[in-house]
């Protein structure tokens, strides 16, 4: 027999989640399939809304102002503006002290590991006392062993943005890592749980040793910026305890991926999930469907379990599956496609219309995804709703660049909350 | 009249780099000129293989038997940029059995080692290939890397007196009367290694002899001396594959045709190629088809590769030349054999000759030749030695080299790239982190490139290789060019970096389906969402208005902190 | 033992150069003969590089990895596999012995946003590790064998479980075992129950009951057969409940810890026994069932991506986890909810979902089916790795980083809400039992106490 719920969100990442939340403040059963981790753990953990218009002109002071002028099929111009300020205030509610710049509607400016400076409307609490629009004297310090951030060049970087702080960089020996290929959680790990480390004269905590080390580059600055591996789970401890020590403020500087930051957010969000009572099952592939006789509604799908099909059904789904990133959004060098429904992905015929030859230019397939109606249900070539009862959320959107506009946790956020209100009004009594 | 160098050699690809190493390990003093980098033109876009001449043993036997002498040779000499692969040509069932034979006749008479195996004994050797492949010849093909052949040439002309300088294109030859004398040469960042952002400037290099080794660009070279030479340049696509399917270089045995070889390369297999002549080497489409060809063709032998994720394609130009007369039509006709024009024989232009043709398995031997006509030229009475001392880095290797503190496959490559130098390079006290994880390459070999370099992040990545693998720079470019501070400020490090990616991308537009799609789009996201390296204010100009956005909350940032202090008189 | 790295002489390394320097004209024909896709000829290992197509960098592998976070000797699941493999040439055959530091808890499998199979990479280097780079004189290499082949040892040690058990905890055979075997002695051996599941099932005369639809072939394992037969014995009442007939045919370790040990060869030699006897009653109807988790992914994954054998496909295709089993064919919940409800004990579980589980897309079935029951409640601790990962706990070098990564589960039982442990899988019951005192117990056995009350 099938696996019964009565909403099924097929995908994990911010959108599935923030649908499978939304759906189970409504709905009794709600489940969760997650195939492999999501790409939440690639993103830097901060809240994009909107960053910059569709004509690339910004950074945006206040998202809200240019939203109302989107393209028509832009994700956000489908669920309008009181839906995305919703869907803010259930995530603000949901994640509580975990992220901060709800107090107002305008974009914060928020230090980059590039020593760029990008819009952003909420932002994880490790990096509030970074923010480069917070005028603060600051320190980066940057480690030998991790060669992506290098923090003297990320502080020059800021000066030739033209923050209004004075920034300098130094580059540290990490307490307690010896070997230049550590993973990035090795060193979260070790100051999470404080571990003994080698001091020159005998052992001491790592976090004592990092903040004696940090201690004689502080003069003239009030705040200090760390790579994001500030402590995994207790990451709050960890920058509390460093900042104790310092006398300072001390903030994550975001990156990735990999991103610990975006793992805290995914975690954050599973704890709501469970709380909320919604199933979660993850390992396992949606790869198919069963739709009714005549086509218009999906009967179940069928997930893979190790070669054997197992039918999940539910009276609405929400796909949630990605972009090109997550998979949700397949190609081949004929087509591009989403693999599960096969939902229509308009794009062009010729491979070579999907680029543009400048790195940073307007690539068409930064915008591949499905179409969808104003309930985010997707839509065939012919414009009717794919299936009455699935709806879309997140990256598997077309109709929008979220790198260019900075907008990707916004309309996942959106898109997920209006998909999963929708997909539990539909619930059969 | 005193001249600023004997020798003026234009042209950093192999065979320039090549005249020069000869020239300067006979005495002479020698001036290298390259526009780009070393390699930058034909030598850099080629498909990696040393040819045993089997491709050459029915239609060229002269241009075979050239082959297999050096193959062997630089086997010796070049050890560090040689990978013994072995090479087969494969026979489907509708492949000539005649030819077949022809061929297994030809390598014969021209001296190649061969073997026929079995479609069976062929599948042993590479597993991949396809099931009714019936019948192989084995023959020693191997692959070379253009890249680590040429800049050793370079250094060895270094090392014995030379001077070269990349970034400096010649933008007029000198030539008064029936003479040339010298090129006027425009440096992109000054004379000395390349800086980005430094001014450039021109400079008059005189010189008692010059020789034109631009290859596909040899006629527009001469045609700054008013002589004309008629190269016919022919475009070749090369599709690079993620990994290796192959260990072994596959040819398709049959007569001629695009599309009918794979090369193991480094990491990587290289599937060429087509050949269409072009205009101008400059100013070519790079189409879709060629691509396509590529790997569907290429599909009937290895059916792996229908599936196989590519990373890039690239495109090289053939320098082809025939004399006049022959009047061929079609370029894979033309003949791949070398010529030396000697512009006083020719043309009764004294102080200059061109070389052209000819193909990098033969650089050696070619550069012998030019060499030993300028000599005649200039009088002066010193023998070849290159085909006997070996290039830096390819000297004997330690017999047990450690592992510096690297795990075993980083330590492992980095030996196969660096050769002889690897102590030299990676000894070192300090964290040595991998920058490149998909090449292996660590910070030390990074740092030695850009020695070598400057801030030329392109020229760096064809030292090492780093960038070039799966993420075609995607995680790693950064990290790479972290390494040029503090020694460059922050805009020529970033201008540094922009080249770099920018080059990346070049390449890896013709690979945008599939899985390198999805890494592409992985790759901007990085940069745009995460990093905003798409609208940097220090990259676009403009200037924010820092007062106007979110400055946090009081208390922001855990609060337990205390001692914030502002820098600029507070909140506003 | 493997003669995998003998063979290399005559085709090895030297392939490539006998072509140029022998000018021997060799006429062969194979026309028409079969050939598998071979590998590596010299070592008989798979061309695992095309494996790494699927790799995007994003490194959410190495965050996943439980060990490289508490021992930085161990470079990551993302450098052990696409990365190490993608920069193989064929003569390539030195494996970096951080390999050895791997858990195989899979972790990075069930991370991986893109499919790079990377526990089969891993199992494959270490194999190729410990064929190659491992004395076969040295100790490590033969307490890994003892390791591996637990069902040895067990076999001989259940026949005088008791004498065994007495020994087994003389702090003088620990101290033998540190000193000379490397096996930690801060651990208890797991006793050896005085009747083994195949004894009972022997005495109460296999099956009772018969059908010809529902019927099961259960996979054991050896840790249910000599140490916790109630196990085995909570399976066959629950199915015989449901109207199952129960085989239990001859069988062997599922290999596990033999793959997690690079004894592959030991490995195969159970696979094909396993595959063997279960594959004609696959044939003859049987759904293969599991009650380890463990044993259930390596009848369903690993085999299929390290052996080539002749039904790996269909029992594979044709294996579950028990529950999983139930849940998928028969209402278990309804059956669940309606058992429930009466004046049974409240009870209280910290649940901990298997590695391996995980993989296979059971996380959430035993909270489910807790929600099910009246009077039941099942915390689910979390997702952190129990960090035994079978035999690696044991081993004397690997005791603390097992205990370290441990350490967060240990935390999260221990605030949970009750005072029992459950999980499927025994080794991670171990750890848990050791690092909390909890006793723990199989969601198997309380589903029977829930159902079979009656």
């Known amino acids: 027999m099938a696996i019964e719920d009565d909403v099924l969100v097929i995908g994990g990442g911010l959108a599935g989640m923030t649908a499978a939340l939304t759906a189970a403040e409504r709905a009794s059963r709600v489940r969760l399939l997650s195939y492999k981790q999501s790409t939440l753990c690639h993103a830097s953990g901060l809240i994009d809304v909107l960053g910059y218009a569709p004509d690339r002109s910004g950074p945006l002071v206040d998202p809200f102002d240019a939203i109302p002028d989107l393209p028509q099929g832009h994700p956000y111009e489908r669920v309008g503006t009181d839906a995305i300020r919703e869907a803010l205030h259930f995530f603000d509610a949901v994640v509580g002290d975990a992220y901060r710049g709800a107090h107002t509607d305008r974009n914060a400016l928020v230090p980059t590991g590039d020593g760029t400076v990008k819009p952003t409307a909420r932002y994880p ?62 060193y979260a790990h070790l100051l999470e749980r404080d571990e003994p480390v080698d001091a020159g004269a005998g052992a001491a905590p790592a976090r004592t040793v990092l903040a004696e080390a940090v201690r004689p580059h502080l003069e003239g600055v009030s705040r200090v910026g760390f790579p994001p591996i500030l402590g995994d789970e207790h990451h709050a401890v960890v920058r509390r305890d460093l900042e104790e020590r310092l006398g300072v403020a001390v903030f994550e500087v975001p990156s990735g991926p990999p ?43 069928l997930v893979d379990r190790n070669g054997q099909r197992v039918p999940y059904r539910a009276d609405s789904y929400v796909l949630a599956t990605g972009g090109l990133v997550g998979t949700g959004i397949d190609s081949s060098r004929e087509r591009v496609s989403e693999p599960i429904f096969d939902c229509n992905v308009a794009h062009p015929t010729d491979r070579y219309d999907w680029f543009e030859d400048d790195a940073f230019g307007d690539h068409p397939f930064a915008r591949f995804g499905v179409t969808v109606d104003r309930e985010l249900r997707p839509l065939a070539a012919d414009g009717e709703p794919e299936f009455a009862n699935l709806r879309a959320a997140g990256a598997v959107l077309g109709g929008y660049d979220y790198a260019a506009e900075k907008s990707g946790s916004g309309v996942s956020l959106a898109t997920g909350y209006v998909a999963g209100t929708h997909a539990a009004a539909e619930v059969r009594g | 009249m005193a001249r600023d160098t004997e020798v003026l050699v234009l042209g950093g690809g192999s065979t320039g780099c090549g005249v020069a190493r000869d020239l300067a390990r006979r005495g002479l003093e020698v001036t290298l000129l390259e526009r780009g980098n070393l390699t930058h033109g034909t030598t850099g876009r080629m498909h990696g293989l040393l040819h045993s001449g089997a491709r050459y043993a029915i239609s060229d036997q002269a241009s075979a038997r050239e082959c297999i002498e050096e193959n062997r040779v630089l086997r010796e000499i070049a050890g560090h940029c040689v990978e013994e692969t072995g090479g087969l040509f494969v026979k489907r069932p509708e492949d000539s059995a005649d030819y077949f034979e022809e061929k297994l006749r030809g390598c014969r008479d021209c001296g190649i080692p061969a073997r026929v195996r079995s479609g069976r004994e062929a599948r042993e050797i590479e597993p991949f290939l396809a099931p009714d492949i019936d019948r192989a010849l084995e023959v020693p093909d191997a692959a070379i890397d253009p890249f ?62 010059v020789v034109n080794a631009t290859g596909a660009w040899a006629g527009q070279l001469a045609g700054m001396a008013d002589l004309e030479v008629a190269v016919r340049p022919s475009k070749g696509a090369m599709t690079i594959t993620n990994v290796r399917q192959v260990d072994t270089v596959i040819n398709r045995c049959r007569p001629k045709g695009d599309a009918d070889i794979v090369v193991p390369h480094e990491t990587t297999a290289i599937l060429g190629t087509t050949d269409v002549e072009v205009d101008d ?9 060629e691509v396509d060809l590529l790997i569907d063709r290429l599909a009937e032998l290895l059916p792996i590769l229908r599936e ?249 940032g855990a609060g337990a902190f205390v001692g914030e202090k502002t820098t600029d008189g507070g909140d506003r | 033992m493997s003669d995998t790295g003998g063979s290399s002489a005559e085709d090895g390394g030297e392939g490539s150069e006998s072509g140029p320097t022998d000018g021997d004209v060799l006429e062969t024909d194979g026309e028409g003969a079969f050939d598998p896709i071979e590998v590596f000829p010299e070592t008989g290992e798979p061309d695992l590089r095309p494996g790494a197509d ?208 690079g004894m592959l060869e030991d490995a195969r030699r159970a696979a094909t026994f396993n595959v063997e006897a279960f594959r004609e009653l696959v044939e003859d109807g049987y759904d293969v069932v599991c009650s380890c988790t463990s044993c259930s992914f390596a009848l369903r994954q690993e085999y299929l991506e390290l052996f080539d054998l002749k039904g790996v496909e269909t029992v594979a295709t044709n294996t579950y986890d028990a529950v999983e089993y139930l849940r998928i064919y028969e209402d278990l919940e309804g059956a669940l909810a309606e058992a429930s409800g009466d004046d049974g004990q409240p009870a209280a579980f910290a649940y901990h979902t298997p590695c391996h589980a995980r993989n296979q897309g059971l996380d959430g079935q035993t909270v489910e089916l807790g929600d099910a029951v009246d009077g039941l409640e099942v915390h689910d601790v979390g997702d952190s790795c129990s960090g035994i990962s079978g035999t690696y706990g044991w081993k004397r070098e690997r005791y603390e980083t097992s205990m370290t990564i441990g350490a967060e589960m240990f935390e999260h039982i221990e605030r949970a809400d009750a005072d029992t442990g459950l999980t499927e899988c025994p080794t991670c019951a171990m750890q848990m039992e050791h690092g909390t005192g909890y006793e723990v117990r199989h969601t198997l056995e309380v589903l029977a106490d829930v159902l079979l009350e009656q």
């Open chain 3, 54 to 261: 699927d790799c995007y960098k994003c490194s959410t592998c190495d965050t996943n990895c439980p060990v490289a976070a508490v021992d930085e000797e161990f470079p990551g699941p993302k450098f052990q596999g696409p990365e190490q493999w993608r920069l193989k040439r064929r003569e390539d055959h030195d494996i970096d012995p951080s390999i050895t530091k791997c858990s195989n808890c899979m972790r990075c499998d069930h991370a991986c946003p893109t499919g790079v199979p990377l526990s089969q990479q891993h199992n494959t280097a270490r194999a190729e590790y410990v064929a190659q780079q491992v004395s076969r004189f040295s100790r490590e290499y033969w307490r890994n064998r003892l390791l591996a082949n637990y069902g040895t040892m067990a076999r001989l040690g259940s026949r005088v479980p008791r004498l065994t058990n007495a020994v087994m905890g003389l702090s003088a055979t620990k101290w033998l075992n540190e000193r000379v075997l490397g096996i930690t002695s801060e651990r208890e051996f797991p006793e050896f129950a005085t009747e083994t599941f195949r004894e009972w099932w022997a005495d109460r005369g296999g099956a009772r009951v018969s059908s010809e639809e529902k019927r099961i072939a259960y996979f054991h394992g050896d840790y249910a057969n000599y140490n916790t037969p109630e196990v085995g014995k909570a399976l066959v009442r629950v199915f015989e409940s449901f109207g199952y007939e129960v085989a239990v045919p001859d069988q062997r370790c599922s290999g596990t810890p033999m793959f997690a040990n």
């Open chain 2, 281 to 289: 080497p400059d100013d070519y489409p790079e189409e879709r088809w």
């Open chain 1, 125 to 186: 609490a490790s990096t509030a006392a970074g923010l480069a629009s917070r005028p603060r004297a600051t320190l980066l310090v940057g480690f030998e062993t991790l060669p992506d951030f290098d923090a003297p060049l990320a502080a020059a970087h800021l000066r030739e943005t033209g923050v209004p702080f004075e920034t300098r960089g130094v580059t540290l020996q990490f307490p307690g890592i010896q070997r230049a290929d550590a993973t990035l959680t090795r």
């Open chain 2, 308 to 556: 196989a994720r590519t990373i890039r394609s690239f495109w090289g130009v053939r320098p082809l030349y025939e004399p006049p007369g022959r009047g061929t039509e079609d370029p894979t006709d033309i003949t791949r054999e070398f010529f030396l024009l000697d512009h006083r024989e020719r043309d009764g232009v004294t102080g200059m000759a061109s070389i052209v043709g000819g193909k990098v398995t033969t650089y050696r031997a070619m550069a012998e030749t030019v060499a030993d006509h300028v000599c005649a030229e200039l009088g002066v009475r010193a023998s070849c030695s290159t085909a006997d001392e070996p290039l830096p880095g390819s000297e004997e290797l330690e017999a047990a080299m450690d592992d510096f503190g690297l795990r075993s496959p980083i330590a492992r490559r980095s030996r196969q790239r660096l050769g002889s130098r690897t102590r030299d390079v990676l000894e070192t006290d300090e964290p040595n982190p991998v920058l490149c994880d998909c090449e292996g390459v660590t910070r030390a070999e990074v740092r030695d490139a850009i020695a070598q370099s400057g801030t030329d992040l392109n020229a760096v990545r064809i030292r090492t290789r780093a960038s070039m693998g799966n993420c075609q720079g995607g995680f790693c470019c950064h990290a790479i060019a972290n390494e040029l501070h503090p020694a460059h400020d922050e805009p020529v490090v970033r201008a540094a970096l922009d080249e770099l990616l920018k080059e990346r991308w070049r390449g890896e537009r013709h690979a945008l389906w599939g899985d390198q799609l999805s890494q592409a789009m992985l790759n901007y996201a990085l940069h745009a969402t995460t990093l905003n390296r798409d609208r940097d204010p220090a990259r676009t100009g403009e200037s924010i208005d820092y007062g106007a956005f979110d400055r946090g909350q009081t208390g922001d």
């Open chain 2, 148 to 209: 680590r052949l040429c800049v050793a040439n370079a250094r060895d002309a270094e090392a014995h007196g030379a001077r070269i300088e990349t970034h400096a294109e010649v933008v007029d030859v000198l030539r008064e009367g029936d003479d040339v004398h010298g090129v006027e040469v425009r440096h992109e960042s000054g004379p000395g290694k390349r800086v980005h952002r430094r001014s450039g400037s021109t400079e008059t290099i005189t010189a008692e002899y």
């Open chain 1, 259 to 301: 991103s610990l930051p975006g793992i805290r957010l995914e975690r954050l969000l599973f704890d709501a999930l469970e709380e909320l009572s919604v199933r979660v099952t993850t390992g396992v592939p949606v790869v198919d469907y069963e739709a009714s006789a005549d086509g218009g509604r999906i009967e179940h799908v």
